[in-house]
C-alpha cells in the first residue's frame, strides 16, 4: 500500500453492497401532522388516525374505530331470543309485544290461558315466559302453572307481570319458581330492565317490592308464604 493512499478506497462497491443488503436501517417518519383534521375527528371519536412514510417503500394510512369494533364485538355476541307470553287480557298482550319487540327480541309467542300457555312452552321452549298471576277469573291460577313449567324444565327463566303488588303474592310467586316480578303499572323502561335481567337469570325485584318482602317474614303471624 503506498503512502497516503485511503484504504477503504477499493470497498466502496462492497459498502454499497451491504447498504443494499439491510432495509430495516432505512428511517421511518410519522407524519403525524401531515392530516390534523383527520387526526382531530378521529380523536374526538375516541379512535386514531395514523400516517406513515418510508423512504423507497411510500406512505401508509391507517385509523382505528372503536365504535365500529364495539358494534362488531356486540354482533357476534348477540343471542336470538324467544318469548312466550301468558295472559288473557289482549291489551296487554299486544303492549307487551310492541315493547319486546322494539327491544329487537326475535320471536314473540302469545297464549291466552294457562292450559294453552303451558303446551306453547312445551312445543316451543322459549328463552323467557312472561306470565299473567291473575287469568280467566281463577284467582291466583298463574302460581300453579309457573310450578308446572318449573317441574317441566327446572331452568325456565319466568317473570310475573301482574296487576297484583301485595308482597305476599310476590313472595309466593317467588317460592312457586318465577325469576323476577314486575307490577303492570311499571314504565316500559323498568320493565325492559327487568325482561334483560330475567333473560340473564339473574332475579329481579323493585326495590320496594324486594323490601316489603323481606318485611312480610318478621311478623309474628303465621308463614305468608304458605297457601
Known sequence: ????????????????????????????????????ACRSAWSALGGAYVIESESGRGTLR????????????????????????????????QGCRRILEDAHVDTVLEARDAVSGYRSYCRHKPDVVVIDLAMQGKGLGGLELIRRIKSQNARARILVFSMHSDPTIVARALKA????????????????????????????????????????????????LRD
Not at 316500559?188 to 323481606?214: C, D, I, W, Y
Request: aromatic share 4%.
Open 177 to 224: 319458581g318465577a325469576t323476577g316480578y314486575v307490577i303492570k303499572d311499571t314504565s316500559s323502561e323498568e320493565f325492559v330492565e327487568a325482561f334483560e335481567k330475567v333473560r340473564a337469570g339473574t332475579p329481579h325485584l323493585s326495590n320496594e317490592l324486594a323490601m316489603q318482602v323481606a318485611l312480610i317474614g318478621t311478623g309474628s303471624g303465621g308463614n305468608p
Open 1 to 36: 500500500m503506498l503512502r497516503g493512499q485511503n484504504p477503504t478506497a477499493g470497498r466502496s462497491t462492497g459498502s454499497r453492497s451491504l447498504s443494499r443488503r439491510r432495509p430495516r436501517d432505512r428511517p421511518v417518519h410519522r407524519l403525524d401532522w401531515a392530516c390534523s
Open 62 to 93: 391507517s385509523h382505528h374505530d372503536p365504535a365500529a369494533a364495539k358494534y362488531r364485538r356486540r354482533a357476534r355476541r348477540r343471542v336470538v331470543t324467544s318469548v312466550l307470553i301468558i295472559d288473557d287480557h289482549p291489551i296487554v298482550l
